[in-house]
C-alpha cells in the first residue's frame, strides 16, 4: 500500500514561474508533512514542514499548502529558478518520534532559463 | 551547520560479502534512522534506533541487517550477506525531533 502519492513525476517549469507539486497521504494518524529537496549525489535536504493544525506554511518562495479534510498538501515554489533543479520528495508520518516517515516517489524538477 | 556524515561515499563488494556502512549523526540528535533509495525510485525507511536499541524497522530489514552504536558517535549498519538487489543508495538520517538531517548517501554496489 502506497502511503503517501507524489505527482507529477517530472515538471519543466520557466524561470520565474510557480512550481507546484501535490501529494496525497492515506494515515490520518500523519501529523507532519515535510518537503525535502534533492540535488544529484546528495541526501535529502529539509526544505520546509507543516502540521496539520495550520493550512499553509510559507518560507522565502516555498509555500506548503495543506487541505486535512482532502488529505493532501503541496509544494508551490514562487519565482522559480534555476537552482531549484532538483528533485523533490514529500513525506508524511506520526508524530511520535523515532517512526518512520514515508515518503513520495519524487518530482524531478527542471527549471528553465 | 551540523552535519551527518557517512562513509564510504562509494562501496562496491561481491555479493555473499558483508558490508559495514558508518554514519556519524549530529553530536546532540537522539534519534537515528538508515533509509535507502533505489536508482531513480522512492527513498524507503529501513529502520529507526534510540536509546540503543531499535524502535521500528522495515520489512526490508531482515536478519541480513543489523544496526549498532558502538561508541556513543559512530552509527553503523551492517549487511551481512549482501544480493545484488542490496544496490542502492544508503541513507543515514538523525533528528532531535522531527526533520531529519539526511547524510551525503554510501552508494552500495553488489556485484
Known amino acids: 500500500q502506497q502511503q503517501v502519492k507524489q505527482s507529477p513525476q517530472s515538471l519543466i517549469v520557466q524561470k520565474g514561474g510557480i512550481s507546484i507539486i501535490n501529494c496525497a497521504y492515506e494515515?490520518?494518524?500523519?501529523?507532519?508533512f515535510p518537503w525535502y529537496q534533492q540535488f544529484p549525489g546528495k541526501g535529502p535536504a529539509l526544505l520546509i514542514a507543516?502540521?496539520?493544525?495550520?493550512s499553509e506554511k510559507k518560507e522565502g518562495r516555498f509555500t506548503i499548502s495543506f487541505n486535512k479534510s482532502a488529505k493532501q498538501f503541496s509544494l508551490h515554489i514562487m519565482d522559480s529558478q534555476p537552482g531549484d533543479s532538483a528533485t523533490y520528495f514529500c513525506?508524511?508520518?506520526?508524530?511520535?518520534?523515532?517512526?518512520?516517515?514515508?515518503f513520495g516517489t519524487g518530482t524531478s524538477l527542471t527549471v528553465i532559463p | 551547520e551540523p552535519e551527518v556524515t557517512q562513509t564510504p561515499s562509494h562501496q562496491v563488494t561481491q555479493m555473499g560479502q558483508e558490508v559495514i556502512l558508518r554514519c556519524v549523526p549530529i553530536?546532540?540528535?537522539?534519534?537515528f534512522y538508515w533509509y535507502r533509495q533505489i536508482l531513480g525510485q522512492k527513498v524507503e525507511f529501513l529502520v529507526s534506533?534510540?536509546?540503543?536499541?531499535?524502535?521500528?524497522k522495515s520489512e526490508i530489514f531482515d536478519d541480513q541487517f543489523s544496526v549498532e552504536r558502538p561508541d556513543g558517535s559512530n552509527f553503523t549498519l551492517k549487511i551481512r550477506s549482501t544480493k545484488l538487489e542490496d544496490s542502492a543508495m544508503y541513507f543515514c538520517?538523525?533528528?532531535?525531533?522531527?526533520?531529519?538531517?539526511f547524510g551525503s548517501g554510501t552508494r552500495l554496489t553488489v556485484v
Open positions: 507543516i502540521r496539520p493544525d495550520v
Open positions: 553530536s546532540n540528535h537522539l534519534y
Open positions: 494515515n490520518t494518524a500523519f501529523d507532519y
Open positions: 534506533f534510540y536509546n540503543n536499541e531499535i524502535s521500528e
Open positions: 513525506a508524511a508520518g506520526p508524530g511520535d518520534t523515532g517512526n518512520q516517515f514515508y
Open positions: 538520517a538523525s533528528t532531535l525531533d522531527y526533520g531529519y538531517t
